[in-house]
């Protein structure tokens, strides 16, 4: 019989999303209101996903949305990501 054993490091890690920063840098850009709705009409990712990378702190997803934010974006996947030791 197998058991699932959980191994907790002392040592954690959490990655980043900088998703509020690249919309401000866009509104900024753009001089107009970007809002998560027109974000997720572009993108095709879910107004759900988009609200969960933006408030929950650990929160992970695919390399697929963070391909598609970086096109939307027109930036390098760094920043749209930060690793960020704990």
């Given amino acids: 019989m197998w058991s699932l054993v959980t191994i ?7 990655i980043r999303f900088k998703l509020g920063e ?3 840098r866009m ?3 753009e001089s107009r209101r970007i809002t998560v709705q027109e ?4 993108t095709a990712i879910n107004r759900s996903t ?9 929160y ?4 697929d949305i963070l391909d598609k934010l ?8 760094e920043d749209l990501v930060e690793y960020m030791p704990e």
């Fill in 50 to 58: 988009l609200s969960k990378i933006l408030n929950h702190k650990g």
């Fill in 27 to 29: 509104q900024f850009r």
């Fill in 8 to 14: 907790r490091s002392e040592r954690t890690s959490v």
């Fill in 22 to 24: 690249q919309i401000e």
């Fill in 60 to 63: 992970t997803t695919s390399t």
């Fill in 70 to 77: 970086c096109v939307y974006f027109n930036c390098k996947i």
């Fill in 39 to 42: 974000l997720s009409e572009a």
